[in-house]
């Protein structure tokens, strides 16, 4: 069973950068396709993107693409998202997630998750 646990969260201005890590123990960690979620006060959390277990395959929801990078590098067991150009609306809880070799989009697909880290954007 993998652990996950991320940092990196704080706050921010509109349009400045944040990088958000997440450490992986406990599994073979290229076996794990990787997740970003994020959940919003009073909303469902929702997905952010994912990268394969090889790291040379990604997708994103259409609302990030362009501003936010997934990246993992497998030798340290992490994986990172570098977020630029924050807008206000991407203040969340931000979660990474584990999925036994898929790299879905799909919430309930990952069974493995960390306790989140806040990133706040203010106008």
């Known amino acids: 069973q993998v652990q996950l646990v991320e940092s990196g969260g704080g706050l921010v201005q509109t349009g400045g950068s944040l990088r958000l890590s997440c450490a992986a123990s406990?599994?073979?960690?290229?076996?794990?396709?990787m997740g970003w979620f994020r959940q919003a006060p009073g909303k469902e959390r929702e997905f952010v993107g994912s990268?394969?277990?090889?790291?040379?395959?990604?997708q994103y929801t259409d609302s990030v693409k362009g501003r936010f990078t997934i990246s993992r590098d497998n030798a340290k067991n992490m994986v990172f998202l570098q977020m630029n150009s924050l807008k206000p609306e991407d203040t969340a809880v931000y979660y990474c997630?584990?999925?036994?070799?898929?790299?879905?989009?799909?919430?309930?697909?990952?069974?493995?998750w960390g306790q989140g880290t806040q990133v706040t954007v203010s106008s």
């Open positions: 997630a584990a999925a036994k070799w898929a790299w879905t989009s799909r919430r309930d697909e990952y069974p493995y």
């Open positions: 406990g599994g073979i960690f290229i076996t794990y396709g």
């Open positions: 990268i394969s277990r090889s790291g040379d395959s990604t």
